[in-house]
């Protein structure tokens, strides 16, 4: 987390266009190891924030210290692998980004583009512990960083006096609810593919030209493809929503593109 810790969130809660106040959660998730693909399910003693208002706020895309995050859908199985931190004693009882009281003896978790109510297994790699945790907060904006833990969860996986742990981070289940194999697609919403159209020509030359220009003015940051149908169409690809879409057409002055979603 930044020193500024406390602008940084007030900033994402007002983002967001949330404003709600509920209890704190203290809900306890199995830490049993699974084996396979096997996972237990578990369910919160405690009544959480799930509602539809919630999630179209908290899935807008915002931005912290000049970068632009996009929260995402994913599915049931996606891993991640990172860098893991903790949050806990500044940040007890004051709000997360989706209006919950932060409990940092529950096992919770920001991370800064998973759907909120997500759950998921965080790894040690150095040390073989898991834990299982549910995604309540956004964060943490250090680079390199992928998952913010509570305090109680970094007491379980054994990282709270290093400070960070090198972990897996893999999406078990979603509303707070976690599925039974992870083959299971019950309540799971899979990331859909979005291109940004950029130009058509009916010869195939005109297309690779226009191609290479935006492969030099992206700097990789995204992929360009061309698509031959019945024209020769230059996709710029790499885009989780079509809200990243959007703005990358409003960033680079493409207001006649098309979007395509896939």
């Not at 999630?55 to 994913?74: E, V």
């Not at 893991?84 to 529950?106: C, L, R």
């Not at 297994?121 to 549910?134: A, C, E, F, Q, T």
Request: aromatic fraction near 10%.
């Amino acid at each position: 987390m930044f020193s500024n810790n406390k602008l940084i969130k007030f900033s994402i809660l007002i983002f967001v266009g949330a404003s709600f106040i509920f209890s704190g959660c203290s809900s306890k998730y199995s830490s049993e190891p699974y084996s396979g693909n096997r996972v237990y399910k578990t369910i919160p003693k405690e009544k959480i924030r799930n509602s539809k208002a919630m999630h179209r706020a908290t899935m807008r895309p915002y931005s912290i210290a000049g970068k632009r995050y996009y929260p995402t859908l994913a599915k049931v199985g996606d891993v991640q692998n990172g860098i893991a931190s903790w949050y806990g004693p500044n940040f007890h009882s004051k709000k997360t980004s989706n209006g919950e009281i932060y409990n940092m003896y529950a096992d919770t978790a920001a991370h800064k583009t998973l759907p909120m109510n997500t759950m998921v297994r965080v790894d040690n790699k150095d040390n073989g512990k898991s834990v299982i945790v549910r995604i309540n907060d956004r964060g943490p904006f250090v680079s390199g960083r992928i998952i913010d833990l509570s305090n109680k969860a970094a007491h379980d996986i054994g990282m709270v006096k290093k400070g960070t742990a090198r972990v897996n981070v893999t999406v078990l289940g979603f509303h707070a609810k976690i599925a039974e194999t992870i083959a299971e697609k019950a309540e799971t919403a899979t990331v859909g593919k979005y291109f940004v159209q950029v130009g058509a020509f009916r010869r195939l030359e005109g297309a690779k030209i226009t191609k290479r220009k935006f492969e030099i003015a992206l700097e990789n940051r995204y992929s360009v493809v061309i698509k031959s149908t019945d024209l020769n169409r230059v996709w710029v690809a790499g885009f989780r929503s079509e809200d990243e879409a959007r703005d990358f057409k409003a960033k680079n002055g493409l207001n006649s593109a098309m979007i395509i979603a896939e």
